[in-house]
């Protein structure tokens, strides 16, 4: 059954990322930039050309970005590919 997660998968997320960082094979503060080759990071007010978007600036919110064009998505309807709602 298909539904929406919402933010159910985030602490997920920031597990399996504080035990890749705890293993020595993450760095939370490293410029994620490089690591994003299809998806164009969004302009923010914590985008500098000196300073990057962190793992743990996602991680804590800080990063910048909103989801204010999110409506949700028909039951029904077809899903976007992951590639469209990076863009």
């Known amino acids: ?16 990322a504080l035990k890749a960082w705890e293993s020595g094979n993450l760095s ?3 410029d ?3 690591f994003c080759r ?6 923010s007010p914590f985008l500098t050309a000196e ?3 962190t ?3 996602l991680l ?7 989801y204010g064009k999110y409506g949700g998505y028909a039951p029904d309807g077809p899903f976007p590919t992951l590639a469209a709602v990076l863009k």
């Open 60 to 66: 804590t919110h800080r990063s910048g970005f909103t």
């Open 51 to 53: 300073r990057g978007i």
């Open 28 to 30: 939370l503060d490293e």
């Open 38 to 43: 299809t998806w164009k990071i969004p302009s």
């Open 1 to 16: 059954t298909l539904y929406m997660l919402g933010s159910m998968g985030q602490p997920i997320v920031a597990a399996a």
């Open 55 to 57: 793992l743990r600036d």
């Open 32 to 34: 994620i930039r490089p």
